[in-house]
């Protein structure tokens, strides 16, 4: 979970914090359905009139969602 740089990319992004593509892709407001590219956070910030540090809120609340989501359906396997 490093802090988000602006050469990294998308799927950088996504080893890094340990998030599937589709949970980095809403979080970095990019089309799940457009075809894979290679584009940097500079450019995705820059598109969207936003600062790396936005992107780094919007990653960070992204993971959480994540990581509560990953819990609880391990719980409720754990119930059955």
Partial sequence: DQPLAGWMTPRYVGQSY???????????????????RRISLNEIATQNGMTIDDLQTRVH???ILWDTTRAAQREAASDD
């Fill in 18 to 36: 340990n998030l599937p593509r589709d949970v980095v892709l809403e979080a970095l407001m990019m089309d799940p359905d457009a075809p894979p």
């Fill in 61 to 63: 609340a992204a993971t």
